[in-house]
């Protein structure tokens, strides 16, 4: 009995093999955050390293990603980190959104909560590792964006309406 869920195991194993994933490729920047906001060119490398893979068009796949179940799990991680942000939309979203997007940011990488943790476990994507003071790079930038936003819209326009309880 062993036997047969050992065997049955592997054949699932490599048979998923064959079942392709949508890669994150497209690179659409029409709406991208750089078309509205100033972003320095340090922080720029920063969100490219620590952020993009899973809030972009464009991700960077490491090999491992061709193999399942892995290339499941990068995919789902890929198209929730986008659900949440995408900085390849983030001008097409409502200013309110795009202040409260800010504000997450700060919140996020604050607590270091982002980059997520297991991004980098293992020496993986040690790039995306941030120092402290990549950390206050990257909080002080999205705070002088929210402060620019606070001066070129009125107030009431920065503030998320409360959604319907249904």
Not at 27 to 53: F, G, H
Request: include cysteine; charged fraction near 20%; proline fraction near 6%.
């Amino acid at each position: 009995m062993k036997n047969k869920i050992i065997v049955g195991l592997i054949v699932v194993l490599i048979a998923i093999q064959f079942v392709p994933t949508e890669k994150n490729l497209s690179n659409d920047n029409t709406y991208a955050l750089e078309t509205k906001y100033e972003v320095p060119a340090d922080v720029k490398v920063l969100l490219e390293n620590a952020c993009n893979d899973c809030h972009s068009n464009k991700s960077t796949y490491p090999w491992y990603s061709s193999v399942q179940p892995v290339g499941f799990w990068l995919d789902h991680h890929v198209n929730d980190g986008k659900k949440h942000l995408n900085f390849a939309t983030f001008t097409k979203m409502p200013i309110a959104v795009q202040n409260h997007k800010l504000e997450e940011v700060v919140e996020q990488v604050e607590s270091g909560e982002m980059p997520m943790p297991s991004y980098t476990y293992f020496g993986l994507h040690s790039n995306a590792k941030l120092s402290e003071a990549d950390r206050s790079k990257i909080i002080n930038w999205a705070k002088s964006q929210m402060a620019m936003l606070k001066a070129s819209y009125p107030a009431d326009s920065l503030k998320m309406k409360p959604r319907p309880r249904g």
